[in-house]
């Protein structure tokens, strides 16, 4: 059941924080999500994920990417579940999430498993070398994420009058002025004239989240860059920095979504 770790400073913009194969899965129950994305994949038998009131059977050769900070569980649904898996970081991981088009869940076929499942493979067999090539590493990390990019459902949401008018507007007033304190969901709901509890039903029917959710997460993780590009940036200026406007509120908020403190997260980095 081969599994590396990831055990270098983060230098490159994408790069395996872990990743593994041929593992015999166990159950799993992570309340507070995990902090990065990651995705799992059934190489042998049957696995069940439940995410956000949803149940997802994985059969062989099929895999899940679930995004950070989202609570979930999964678990056996054989006699035996064996898995391959990989999670993702680097300096710019802040993007993976419009790479697979903002959402929280993305689904893969077998088909596609397939061809992701021989390059995991390949990564693994591999390791001893591209661990200490980790400019090629970090080219095999955005191979892996290009399966997980969709236009079909990217052309879909540029199809949706309902995306395009209220959504798209939010998320790129969110990515603008992540920043500013003032910057809170019944803000952005007001600007584009709907209440803040149509927002969220909008964004959790495209994106899988409310606006609250989306907009803490996209803090959260331009936080993580900060605290990892810049050693020697207090914790104060990160929290100025990402919109928080409240230092203890920043810290009580990133340690319930990543399970650490900044610094803890920072000296793990």
């Known amino acids: 059941m081969p599994m590396h770790f990831r055990n270098s400073p983060v230098n490159e913009p994408f790069i395996f924080d872990s990743i593994g194969n041929r593992w015999s899965q166990d159950r799993v129950l992570r309340p507070n999500g995990y902090p990065l994305y990651h995705y799992l994949q059934t190489e042998k038998g049957r696995g069940i994920v439940e995410l956000q009131g949803k149940t997802y059977t994985l059969d062989e050769g099929e895999g899940i990417l679930i995004a950070p900070y989202l ?25 993976i999430a419009k790479i697979v088009g903002n959402r929280q869940v993305v689904l893969i076929e077998k088909d596609q498993g397939i061809l992701i499942g021989k390059l995991l493979d390949s990564i693994m067999d591999e390791w001893d070398t591209l661990s200490c090539d980790t400019r090629t590493l970090s080219i095999r990390c955005y191979c892996l994420l290009m399966y997980f990019t969709d236009s079909m459902y990217a052309a879909a949401l540029s199809r949706e009058p309902l995306y395009l008018r209220y959504v ?28 803040p ?49 409240d230092t203890s ?18 000296r793990l980095n």
């Not at 569980?73 to 054989?78: F, G, L, V």
């Not at 798209?168 to 709901?189: C, M, N, Q, R, Y």
């Open 168 to 195: 798209e507007p939010v998320i790129k007033e969110i990515e603008t002025h992540f920043d500013s304190s003032e910057l809170t969901a019944a803000g952005l709901s007001s600007q584009v004239f709907i209440t």
């Open 249 to 266: 509120h920043f810290i009580a908020m990133f340690k319930k979504a990543t399970g650490v403190t900044p610094l803890e997260f920072r």
């Open 71 to 95: 609570h979930h569980t999964y678990m056996k649904a054989a006699d035996e579940w064996m898995t391959s898996f990989a999670t993702f970081t680097g300096t710019i991981d802040s993007s």
């Open 197 to 245: 509890q149509y927002l969220s039903r909008l964004f959790r029917k495209f994106l899988g989240c409310s606006v609250y959710e989306y907009l803490t997460t996209y803090r959260i993780n331009r936080a993580r860059e900060f605290l990892v590009s810049d050693p020697r940036m207090e914790v104060q200026k990160i929290a100025r920095l990402t919109g928080f406007s």
